[in-house]
């Protein structure tokens, strides 16, 4: 602290400022007597400079490249500073209005010190600026800069970049040559191209006839590019189109002029295309004149102006005219200087010889340097003499007699001379001499040597060999032309940069230096047709030369596919395959091959690279190579052919015959391409016996079923085999190609034998003196063996009571499915005495079963069973049914039906063929509730209406088309629109017909009824063991069948009367089908219910079910026989040797049935 305490003044200076010196500082006067205490407040800030600038993506002062129109975003970047920089935009060095710059707080650097009492971390931000352009062609070359601007910096922090927007060049412009033109053979004609413009500069060729005649050019300080083409003419150019540019100015006037008088002067073009435009400057002062233009004969234009000055006495003794030619296309301009003398009034002059002085020439310092082709006025000054001296130029030795203009003012003298700098004018000396007559001894001069700066003419380039090979080394040698000063070789390879060695520089014509650079490659295939340019490179010019060379390189053939590309095919397409190859030289040879060996010339043809293949088998998988040879040498390439084909199954377990409890394995191998080893399905056969069209399968979804894939083979394992896996297991695979295949392996579970109890098989019936016929019928695996007898006694094919015939003949067991098997029983010559019961027995290694068959005589058929509604429409329902024993017969079928809630009559329906367990009721109404009921009969006499009412309602009508409505009609009885005659014609014929079929059956009943008469009274002795009706009455029928012939009327009446009590409710039991297809009885009344399609031929179901169907069968009838269970004489003797079981016990019950009846 430091100041004067007794004026209260107490400073404090900081000494060695650090950043934690940085906050807010206080001055505090304690309290005095009762004054407040006194503070006062203040806050330092540190001041630390940006440590750096940075714009993002470019290093400073480089170019960035930009196309037209593209939008450019420069983002800036100022690290550190506290507090934070202000950034500025300067665009050549004018300040551009952007929007503030932002701190990103995200990116900071902690910066700071530890002091004696505390650490105070300062964030040192970062300071970011973007402007975005939209750079247009004028934007090419303009600088952009951003600067930092700190209070502790003394000068801001900058960095710049350059823009090089990229734009087209100009459309070229020829020159050199005027339409209409006659040139003769052998003069010598210079075209000169020029594009003006773009960014880069365009590279100009000259092409004649489409062809390129020249690659040379060169760039004007990046404005222009150039392309001069010299060539004596010859015939081949005769109508060939070129263009031309202006060539020179004309001043026309006095040469002097007095005061007061007006001086028209004049200012003519050469032809030129398009019309320039002339200016007049006088005395440095430009003038507005008219342009007249005209048309020149022989093409172009030729543009004319005046202009008229006014002499006056104060005038100087000599005015100056320039005027100016402009070719606004092509941006040339041509100046034309003409000096007018003013006369004085003095007539009369004292001539004295006084030698003049010394020339002085103006206009060229020999310290600078001008560019080729420039315009270079040179003025040469002489004072005094009298008499004037007269001013000649002169460059080297040789006097230059045009392009110089002389003028006197007063006793000035001057002589201006005007060239366009060549390339040879480079250390020319250009001098001029005074000649007078008052110059005695020698003409007094003056000189100046010129030094031209002047790029080359030409580039050349040589290649060494000329002619080179793959994998050779080719040196490309490029030496410039004269230049001044030297210049920069670069290389170029189809437009990109390539480096090449400097191989020196060398002393070259006027003045100039020659520089060589050598490109030295290995080229490879790659390099034929490549186009190297070679670019020559004034740097203190800005001024380029171009030449290119286009390689020729021999190479062997290529091939451009991939090797082993592989042709995926579908058997029995056809398809090309092209392996062009390239080479120089091109022509190229080609020979296909398989495997090294020739292939099938019918369906494999080849045209030099393609080859075409025809009906593609299979078998013609493989590698195919194509060998293309040339001068050069021979390459070879390597096809795939993959042929696709559709799946076929080679193996599958055809039967699998597995223990109960063990494992089952069955295989399925395929042949496929693609190979579908992973898709190979299995799925269980659910109807084994139907047609191709009718198989029917369901997945495996069994926890005790697994599947395995090993190479081309499927294995399905089943765990735990039960009698229910019994069957047939679909193995099909599919690949995408053609139709999938499928083939079927069994599986058969052994099981001991279960004999079928189908009411068709478990009785047997036939007249005396025919053959009777019992079948025995058995699911059992392995094979099942029979054993007949009666009565204890095995019965054989030889029957020792008749030694001279066979009573009976077991036939050859038949195998009917996988595990069905059947024995036939046949009796020849049946009498009285072979009627009874015939025990049929089943047999294989796992154990037997046994049944008792009835033989009887014929009889009326049994009552149909299982009664049930399969489909129900609007107007039918189809019906099907299980057919009982036939009688010994064949048998016929008859429906009745008619509507629950109405009081018709039943409707009734006699089935043809004979036999149809399945039929279709039609003519029915719509939304009607309709009960049905079917019977059987056969030559003999019928069965009772099966007691099982089955009721549907039919579904509500839908709207028909007019042939269902016809259709209709005609199958309901309608006669609709049918003629009168033709219903009266058929309803006679019809009656006929039917008065006869009722005289035929009466005539046929009576007969076969006197006939049985008289059987029964001449065998009374044996009447017990005789006809066996198993008909079980049921409660309130109101009749059963006994060992006579009952008849039964067709009367509607009659019918009514004797099915009164199956249709009053009184029915004492109806049948149902679980879920599992087992049939159980309830006692109930009468209701309507719909019986699926679960009993049906045995050969229809799987194996292991076939076996219940005697357990189905024979609960039907349990409550109309157990109570005759006990009576039967049979049961117990068979009983001790079955086991207890499903099938025996039904096989009991079937027993007690028929002794019921007896």
């Known amino acids: 602290m430091f100041g004067n305490s007794r004026e209260g003044i107490h400073n404090l200076r900081i000494e060695n400022i650090k950043m934690e010196d940085d906050g807010d500082y206080q001055c505090q006067v304690g309290p005095a007597l009762n004054h407040k205490a006194i503070r006062a407040h203040t806050k330092l800030t540190v001041l630390l400079k940006p440590t750096s600038i940075d714009i993002i993506g470019h290093s400073n002062g480089t170019t960035v490249e930009v196309k037209e129109s593209d939008k450019l975003n420069l983002q800036c970047l100022v690290f550190g500073g506290k507090p934070k920089a202000e950034i500025k935009w300067f665009r050549k060095n004018i300040e551009q209005r952007t929007e503030k710059s932002d701190a990103d707080k ?43 601007h700190h209070p502790a910096l003394s000068t801001p922090l900058r960095k710049t970049v350059t823009l090089s927007v990229l734009y087209p060049a100009g459309q070229p412009e020829i020159s050199g040559f005027t339409d209409g033109e006659t040139v003769r053979m052998g003069d010598t004609v210079t075209l000169v191209c020029r594009s003006r413009g773009g960014n880069p500069l365009a590279q100009l060729v000259w092409k004649k006839n489409g062809e390129q005649v020249d690659f040379s050019y060169t760039t004007v300080a990046g404005r222009e590019s150039i392309n001069s083409y010299s060539f004596i003419v010859d015939a081949s150019d005769n109508n060939a189109v070129y263009s031309f540019a202006p060539a020179k100015v004309t001043i026309t006037g ?53 202009v008229t000055i006014a002499i006056t006495n104060q005038d100087r003794n000599m005015k100056m005219f320039s005027c100016y030619a402009v070719n606004q296309a092509l941006g040339e301009t041509i100046v034309e200087t003409s000096v007018l003398s003013v006369l004085s009034g003095n007539n009369y002059m004292l001539h004295c010889l006084d030698p003049p002085d010394a020339p002085s020439i103006f206009g060229y310092s020999e310290s600078s340097s001008i560019r080729a082709g420039s315009l270079q006025r040179l003025t040469c000054v002489v004072h005094g003499g009298n008499p004037l001296p007269e001013l000649k130029w002169f460059k080297e030795n040789e006097e230059i007699k045009t392009g110089s203009t002389s003028s006197i003012n007063g006793n000035v003298v001057t002589n201006e001379l005007t060239i366009v700098t060549k390339d040879a004018d480079n250390g020319a000396l250009y001098r001029c001499e005074a000649h007078s007559s008052a110059i005695t001894n020698k003409s007094l001069e003056n000189s100046v040597r010129l030094t031209v700066l002047f790029p080359p003419l030409n580039v050349n380039i040589q290649m060494k060999p000329k002619v080179p090979k793959a994998g050779s080394k080719v040196d490309l040698i490029c030496e410039s032309g004269s230049s001044n000063p030297e210049s920069e070789i670069n290389w170029f390879r189809n437009g990109l940069p390539v480096s090449g060695r400097r191989d020196g520089v060398f002393g070259a014509p006027f003045g100039g230096t020659a520089t060589r650079n050598i490109l030295t490659m290995n080229v490879t295939s790659e390099d034929n047709g490549a186009v190297y340019t070679c670019q020559a490179t004034n740097q203190g010019l800005g001024s380029s030369v171009h030449d290119a060379v286009t390689l020729n390189v021999l190479y062997k053939p290529e091939f451009t596919n991939l090797p082993f590309t592989q042709f995926d095919l579908i058997e029995g397409d056809s398809t090309s395959v092209n392996l062009t190859a390239i080479g120089n030289p091109s022509v190229i040879e080609y020979k296909w091959s398989r495997d090294g060996l020739d292939f099938d010339k019918k369906r494999f043809r080849s045209d030099g690279p393609v080859l075409n293949i025809s009906s593609v088998l299979r078998n013609d998988s493989g590698i195919y190579k194509c060998l293309a040879f040339n001068d050069q040498g021979a390459s070879e390439s390597s096809i795939i052919v993959n042929v696709h084909y559709p799946v076929s199954i080679e193996i599958v377990t055809e039967t699998v015959l597995v223990e109960q409890g063990k494992n089952a394995y069955l295989v399925c191998q395929v042949n496929a391409n693609p190979n579908v080893t992973d898709a190979i399905i299995w799925k269980r056969r659910r109807n084994i016996t139907s047609s191709a069209e009718e198989q029917n399968f369901e997945d495996i979804s069994s926890s005790r079923t697994r599947q395995t894939f090993e190479a081309n083979r499927s294995f399905l394992i089943i765990s735990n085999v039960s009698q229910e896996d019994s069957g047939g297991y679909e193995c099909s695979a599919f690949n995408g190609i053609g139709n999938p295949a499928s083939a079927i392996a069994y599986l058969i579970v052994k099981q001991k034998p279960i004999i079928n109890r189908f009411p068709s098989v478990s009785k047997a019936a036939s007249d005396n003196g025919s053959v009777g016929k019992l079948v025995c ?243 009374s002795s044996t009447a017990k063991t005789g006809t066996i009706e198993m008909y079980a009455p049921a409660s309130g029928s109101g009749g059963s069948y006994n060992n006579g012939i009952t008849e039964t009327s067709l009367s509607g009446s009659d019918e009514e009367n004797k099915s009164e009590g199956a249709y009053s409710g009184k029915t004492d039991y109806a049948m149902e089908i679980s879920p599992s297809g087992m049939v159980t009885t309830h006692h109930h009344g009468i209701s309507t219910y719909l019986i699926d399609d679960t009993i049906a031929s045995q050969t229809n179901y799987y194996p292991p079910r076939f076996a219940n169907y005697g357990i189905i069968i024979a609960q039907l009838f349990v409550k109309l026989s157990i109570h005759a269970h006990s009576q039967h004489p049979m049961k117990n003797e068979y009983n001790e040797h079955l086991a207890t079981s499903e099938a025996s016990l039904s096989a009991a019950i079937a027993a007690s049935a028929m002794s019921d009846q007896k």
């Open 777 to 1019: 019928r058995a699911d059992g695996a392995p094979n099942v063996t029979f054993t007949w007898s009666r009565e204890g006694s095995v019965i054989s094919n030889s029957d020792n009571k008749k030694p001279k015939s066979e009573k009976y003949i077991v036939e050859t067991t038949s195998h009917l499915s996988l595990i069905t098997f059947q024995s036939i029983l046949l009796i020849k010559d049946v009498s009285n005495s072979d009627y009874g019961s015939y025990k049929c027995i089943a047999r294989n290694e796992l154990g037997f079963d046994v049944v008792d068959i009835n033989f009887s005589r014929t009889s009326a058929p049994d009552p149909p069973i299982a009664l049930r509604i399969i489909n129900s429409t609007s107007n039918s329902v189809t019906l099907k049914w299980v057919p009982g024993f036939d009688g010994g017969q064949t048998q016929s079928f008859r429906i009745r039906f008619k509507e629950v809630s109405g009081s018709d009559s039943f409707q009734y329906r006699d089935l043809s063929p004979k036999n149809i367990t399945q039929f279709l009721v039609t003519g029915l109404k719509p939304a009607t509730e309709y009960a049905f009921n079917v019977m059987a009969f056969n030559d003999i006499a019928e069965s009772k209406y099966t007691e099982d009412i089955v009721k549907t309602v039919t579904q509500s009508e839908t709207p028909a088309s007019e042939t269902e409505k016809v259709i209709s009609q005609v199958l309901s009885g309608k006669a609709g629109d049918i003629p009168r005659i033709i219903i009266i014609v058929v309803t006679i014929f019809g009656s006929a017909l039917l008065v006869l079929n009722i005289i035929l059956v009466i005539c046929f009943v009576r007969r076969r009824r006197k006939k049985r008469f008289e059987e029964e009274s001449d065998q």
């Open 106 to 148: 995200d990116d900071t650097d902690n910066n700071g010190s530890k002091g004696e009492s505390e650490t105070q971390t300062h964030e040192l931000g970062v300071t970011k600026s973007t402007i975005t352009l939209t750079p247009h062609a004028e934007d090419n070359g303009v600088t952009y800069s951003c600067e930092a």
């Open 254 to 306: 006095p040469a002097e002029a007095k005061a007061g008088e007006n001086v028209t002067m004049t200012c003519k073009t050469d032809k030129s295309n398009p019309a320039a435009e002339l200016s007049w400057v006088v005395d440095g002062r430009p003038l507005i004149a008219k342009n007249v233009v005209t048309v020149a004969s022989a093409g172009g234009w030729v543009t004319s102006a005046n």
